[in-house]
């Protein structure tokens, strides 16, 4: 799954198994970070995006 932002950045995210992958890549394709979590670490930060725009 794939999301972009509004200066045409984008944020990948990969599931393997229990591991979530993050690849952050600037507007002109760049890797600006790449984050390996476990499903637990992802869930808690979709729970604290979730209240930081609610």
């Not at 390996?36 to 670490?41: F, I, S």
Request: aromatic share 8%; glycine share 6%.
């Amino acid at each position: 799954m794939s999301f972009c932002t509004a200066d045409g950045s984008t944020v990948e995210v990969r599931r393997y198994g229990c591991r979530i992958e993050l690849h952050l890549r600037a507007a002109d394709g760049r890797t600006v970070a790449t984050v390996d979590m476990d499903y637990l670490d992802a869930e808690e930060l979709i729970d604290a995006l979730y209240m930081a725009i609610n």
